[in-house]
T-cell receptor
Framework: KAGVTQTPRYLIKTRGQQVTLSCSPI?????VSWYQQTPGQGLQFLFE???????NKGNFPGRFSGRQFSNSRSEMNVSTLELGDSALYLC???????????FGPGTRLTVL | AQSVSQHNHHVILSEAASLELGCNYS??????LFWYVQYPGQHLQLLLK??????LVKGIKGFEAEFIKSKFSFNLRKPSVQWSDTAEYFC???????????FGQGTTLQVKP
């Protein structure tokens, strides 16, 4: 089975722009979650989606949003980018609540 | 607030040495516990998981972890490390009610050949 895939792998944006990151879960996985990884804050939870519904949201400003499509693919959007948004954004998927989250390779976002 | 604490930020060992990385979590309800590893240049991979049952869980590559409920701990162990174990290790707690994972700060393990 193919793993979680994320596109693009690398992205460079300037302050004030917006960005959309994409995640394709493992086939058959209906739950998707997103995390932000930075050297200073570590791994922080952004969102969780199941069957196109956001089930949980982390403590991030409203500039961070996401959605999930009927095929379980997910996107996250960051508007009005700030320098501090530079990070590795990780997507994970799982089959059900008693299975572990499996992570993709991440999208490295650099904001200049 | 729920939190996960990893005792060591940076560990340096020689090959064949034994490894134990500490992890404590703050929440006392039903827990799901995980250790993930991030090798240099690679993505986060699941080492092992605990949901219920035998508190001693075995994972990939010879790693194991012991869940001690009374100590709120889930320490990772390996009897003999190899140079290829050089990586960053993350302990994570998952609530049974939400899908959110709370990660520890991570421990960087450097194994000298």
């Amino acid at each position: 089975k193919a793993g979680v895939t994320q596109t693009p792998r690398y992205l460079i944006k300037t302050r004030g722009q917006q960005v959309t990151l994409s995640c394709s879960p493992i086939s058959g996985h209906r739950s998707v979650s997103w995390y932000q990884q930075t050297p200073g804050q570590g791994l922080q939870f952004l969102f969780e989606y199941f069957s196109e519904t956001q089930r949980n949201k982390g403590n991030f400003p409203g500039r961070f949003s996401g959605r999930q499509f009927s095929n379980s693919r997910s996107e996250m959007n960051v508007s009005t980018l700030e320098l501090g948004d530079s990070a590795l954004y990780l997507c994970a998927s799982r089959t059900e609540s008693v299975s572990p989250w499996l992570f993709g390779p991440g999208t490295r976002l650099t904001v200049l | 607030a729920q939190s996960v604490s990893q005792h060591n930020h940076h560990v340096i060992l020689s090959e064949a040495a034994s490894l134990e990385l500490g992890c404590n979590y703050s929440y006392g309800g039903t827990v799901n516990l995980f250790w993930y590893v991030q090798y240099p240049g690679q993505h986060l991979q699941l080492l092992l998981k605990y949901f219920s049952g035998d508190p001693l869980v075995k994972g990939i590559k010879g790693f194991e972890a012991e869940f001690i409920k009374s100590k709120f701990s889930f320490n990772l162990r390996k009897p003999s490390v190899q140079w290829s174990d050089t990586a960053e290790y993350f302990c994570a707690y998952g609530s049974s009610n939400t899908g959110k994972l709370i990660f520890g700060q991570g421990t960087t393990l450097q194994v000298k050949p």
